[in-house]
């Protein structure tokens, strides 16, 4: 019997276990200075034995993503580059970089005409087929790529020349002339997703790796919506949360 090329090959066992264990740091609800668990506990939660997590560990520790503090524990180190926010204010992606001292860098951006598909005119409040201006959209901070924004109006909103022609995301655009718009407010939702090949490659990660998904629709002050997005964020940068207030 021919032997497995090398093509088709599992990873070596060790990276298996430090993908498994990078993947539960991400979407595990670790944040950076967080204690991680002791290492019986750890190893039972990705299954593999002691041994086998000190090596995924040690290789960690050597790649600065965690420290290990004897007689102390194992904590996750601050992520080079780190944005945390709340969800209640409807803001821009410039505009949140901004706000941290972080220049947004367009690195691809993509302005075409198109007819809505069902989920678009469903959130439209249109007929299936009706003109959209779409806007794709690759953000970079310091040539690192970091979010992937797909954008959506009717054109009698935004025509395709009038996108074009802004270097901005479109929610942007729409916010800095607000009053000539009528934004009222935006309704999101957030899920975790694994990205399209266009938007993994587009972000340089493989299929595998899970993005945070923030779908919003955008209304006017009379409750008509006006703009559409689904947007996917790297969570080993962003670290979205929400403030919840007792009823009163």
């Not at 007689?71 to 941290?100: A, K």
């Not at 479109?170 to 938007?199: F, K, T, W």
């Amino acid at each position: 019997m021919p032997s497995v090329s090398e093509e088709t090959k599992a990873p070596p066992r060790y990276i298996q276990v430090e993908e498994t264990l990078r993947s539960l740091l991400d979407t595990g609800g670790y944040r950076p200075g967080d204690k991680l668990p002791p290492e019986p506990e750890l190893a039972a939660q990705i299954g593999v034995s002691r041994a086998t997590l000190r090596e995924a560990l040690r290789s960690f520790e050597q790649q600065g993503i965690i420290s290990r503090r004897q007689g102390v524990g194992t904590f996750l180190n601050p992520r080079p580059l780190y944005i945390e926010s709340g969800l209640e204010t409807l803001e821009s992606i410039e505009m949140l970089l901004h706000s941290r001292q972080l220049t947004p860098i367009l690195r691809q951006r993509l302005v075409r005409s198109e007819r809505a598909l069902p989920k678009a005119a469903q959130r439209l409040h249109l007929k299936e087929g009706a003109p959209l201006t779409v806007v794709a959209t690759t953000y970079a901070v310091a040539d690192n790529p970091v979010a992937y924004l797909l954008e959506v109006v009717p054109v009698g909103v935004v025509d395709e020349t009038t996108a074009t022609a802004w270097t901005v995301s479109m929610l942007d655009g729409l916010l800095q002339e607000r009053a000539h718009y009528d934004l009222g407010y935006g309704v999101a939702h957030i899920a975790p997703v694994h990205g399209s090949e266009e938007i993994c490659t587009a972000l340089s990660i493989d299929t595998q790796t899970p993005l945070f998904f923030i779908e919003q629709t955008v209304f006017s002050g009379a409750g008509t919506p006006c703009f559409y997005s689904r947007n996917y964020y790297l969570p080993q940068i962003f670290d979205f949360h929400v403030i919840r207030k007792l009823r009163e």
